[in-house]
């Protein structure tokens, strides 16, 4: 395919829709996280291809708990089967795995898996691949938080600092935010990270994503203008005089 020129580093996707898709083919939910799982691996495949530098995946969400036990037990499992999988691919494309969240809960050979290809990995210069996983975004501002004032008793806390307690500090803000499966939210998901982030909402579920739709929306997206909350200065002298006439009227009440 084509090179796409771009300016999106940090693209986040909450991967949403897959039991719907399933009970609209009359299997039961997890089938849908099933094929899902094998579209993530597509899409980390593409946003390698693309040149995105951090791409982060919203896999189980702190609230994802209180689903029931058979499904969790299926996420926790192709979390393993992913990891089992991808491997050699993620070793030989010289990217970087790691998990966002709390998984003390998951099984120990997961948890070792897990272990295991982040040290491996630690030193990859390529794609940033994180998975959030028992991930919630107001959870990890606390833990930012709490970090700083043990770290920094009696010191207030800015912006900066912030960014730097977060749980993986240097994913930086996200670009992009893509949401699948029709809702308009963001679910818990890097609130921190997403001040200033573009959205794309799409009606597609997750198991029918496809690198077709994924390299899309990085082109729709490339095209806009961002401005973080600036506009571009009056150039001309005319524009100068509107501006200042607005102000004497304001003035004047
Ligand atoms: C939301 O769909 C999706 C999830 C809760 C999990 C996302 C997980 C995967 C795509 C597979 C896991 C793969 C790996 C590699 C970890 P939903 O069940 O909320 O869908 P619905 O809104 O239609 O009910």
């Known amino acids: 395919m084509e090179p796409l020129s771009h300016n ?3 693209v986040a996707v909450i991967m949403d829709g897959n039991g719907r898709w399933a009970k609209q083919r009359s299997h039961p939910r997890v089938w849908g996280h099933v094929r899902g799982s094998a579209v993530v691996s597509h ?3 593409e946003a390698d291809d693309l040149g995105i530098e951090a791409l982060t995946m919203y896999a189980f969400s702190s609230e994802n708990w209180s689903r029931p036990q058979t499904e969790v037990l299926v996420l926790f499992n192709l979390l393993y089967k ?4 991808e491997r050699a691919r993620i070793l030989k494309n010289n990217i970087r795995f790691k998990i966002m969240g709390d998984i003390s809960n998951l099984p120990e050979q997961t948890k070792k898996l897990i272990g295991q290809l ?8 390529g794609l940033k691949l994180t998975f959030a996983f028992g991930y919630g975004a107001r959870a990890e501002i606390a833990y930012a938080v709490n970090r700083f004032m043990k770290a920094n008793p009696g010191k207030d806390i800015t912006e900066d600092a912030l960014n730097e307690y977060l749980m993986i500090p240097d994913l930086g803000d996200v670009d992009l935010l893509i949401r699948t499966g ?3 939210r963001v679910s818990n998901f890097m609130l921190w990270q997403i001040a200033y982030a573009e959205m794309f909402f799409t009606e597609t579920k997750w198991p029918d994503f496809t690198i077709t739709e994924f390299r899309y929306i ?5 095209k806009r203008e961002r401005r973080f909350g600036a506009v571009a200065p009056a150039t001309s002298l005319q524009d100068n005089i509107i501006v ?6 304001i003035l004047r009440g």
């Open 218 to 222: 990085i082109e729709q997206v490339a």
């Open 182 to 184: 029709g809702d308009h």
């Open 82 to 85: 992913f990891l089992k999988k």
């Open 43 to 45: 899409i980390v495949q």
């Open 8 to 10: 999106i580093k940090h």
């Open 118 to 125: 982040e040290s491996e990995t630690a030193h990859h210069t």
């Open 244 to 249: 200042a006439r607005e102000n004497q009227r």
